[in-house]
């Protein structure tokens, strides 16, 4: 019998009226305790990441990393803060909007917890902030020089903050590829479960969950693809220095802004921060 290791959460309200710990060994757990924290009742209540992406199932809760930031919502909440940075940064700065919203959720946690504080954030300086941001990707010559670098021992900066038995950045990336791929899984069967076709057909559900079934057993038995990001592997999506490209959008053949759209997330802490927001074929 597999013993569920205890995860730990930080979890806020939609308005960021406070942010709370939460430690939980199962889903059920975790919706149970948030519920009793900020004093809700558990129909219709949802948990949420920060880019919106539901949580609703166990199997997408295991693959959720320690120390993941959730929001619980109610119905007809929306998420205040998202919304006031997705704006802002796509009026300022259109083409790298995604990137820079996406990285100031994961690298400066606190500005999110409250909409008041996220508008402090943006009173003063808001060019240096960006201009502070975007160097995260355009990093200097010493960074350069440790994208090489492969074991733990020769670079911890890289590995600060990760909890991963992984002694290498490949070993490391190679799962976190893994995570990505079972992440869409979960998503995508989440999102069609809740489509009209498969609420009202019996025939629907029993095809759709067939195909979901053989997906699942294939992905297993090719390691969830975690080749994609490890980039030692053959069939890895970067170079072998670990550089990633933007593919473009899924109808386009290829990315019309590939200045802005590259990452090597082997470079730096920063960089592989930014790179876990990553999608290689946004626009």
Excluded at 52 to 74: H, K, M, R, W
Excluded at 125 to 143: D, H
Excluded at 190 to 219: C, G, H, M, N, Q
Aim: proline share 3%; net charge positive; hydrophobic share 35%.
């Amino acid at each position: 019998m597999t013993v569920q290791k205890v995860k730990g959460f930080k979890v806020t309200d939609s308005r960021r009226t406070k942010m709370v710990g939460v430690a939980a060994k199962s889903f059920r757990e975790l919706l149970t305790k948030c519920c009793i924290k900020f004093d809700v009742k558990k129909r219709n209540v949802k948990l949420v990441l920060l880019d919106g992406t539901l949580v609703e199932n166990e199997d997408y809760f295991q693959t959720l990393p320690n120390q993941s930031v959730l929001l619980i919502q109610s119905p007809g909440e929306q998420n205040v803060a998202q919304n006031f940075l997705h704006t802002l940064f796509s009026t300022l700065c259109p083409p790298g909007a995604e990137l820079i919203y996406s990285t100031l959720q994961l690298i400066n946690v606190d500005l999110l917890r409250s909409g008041a504080a996220v508008q402090k954030f943006f009173d003063h300086n808001v060019k240096e902030k960006l201009r502070q941001l975007n160097r995260i990707v355009n990093a200097g010559e010493e960074e350069e020089n440790r994208t090489g670098l492969s074991e733990r021992s020769e670079d911890p900066d890289w590995f600060m903050g990760l909890e991963t038995n992984a002694r290498t950045k490949e070993a490391f990336m190679f799962k976190r590829s893994q995570e990505r791929i079972r992440g869409y899984l979960y998503k995508s069967r989440s999102d069609i479960r809740k489509s009209p076709p498969y609420v009202s057909s019996d025939l629907v559900r029993s095809i759709i969950e067939s195909v979901f079934a053989e997906f699942t057993v294939l992905l297993k038995q090719d390691d969830y693809l975690g080749r994609y990001f490890d980039r030692s592997k053959e069939e890895a999506l970067c170079d072998e220095r670990g550089e990633f490209l933007c593919r473009g959008a899924w109808n386009q053949e290829h990315c019309t802004r590939l200045t802005l759209h590259r990452i090597n997330p082997y470079q730096s802490r920063e960089a592989r921060i930014v790179f876990s927001t990553w999608n290689l074929d946004h626009w």
